[in-house]
């Protein structure tokens, strides 16, 4: 956790995520109550997502418009 603590939850998956023309496969935690969903950092990078701060949402990256890309190295 955020704060150092440590906790066990269950992870189910394969889950499917879908965005506009993008998608990704991934595990996803299951916690209690109505937490809300918080996407990490490589099912974003995989679907070559961008969080758009202005308007606060998440868009498809721009220069790569039609499919995902991502860099090999």
Do not use: W
């Amino acid at each position: 956790m955020a704060d150092g603590s440590l906790r066990a939850y269950d992870v189910v998956g394969p889950i499917e995520l879908k965005f506009k023309n993008r998608r990704t496969v991934c595990n996803a935690m299951v916690l209690p109550g109505d937490n809300e969903v918080l996407l990490g950092a490589i099912p974003l990078e995989d679907m070559d997502v961008l969080i758009h701060p202005q308007r606060q949402e998440l868009i498809v990256n721009p220069d790569h418009p039609y499919f995902a890309q991502m860099k090999l190295k």
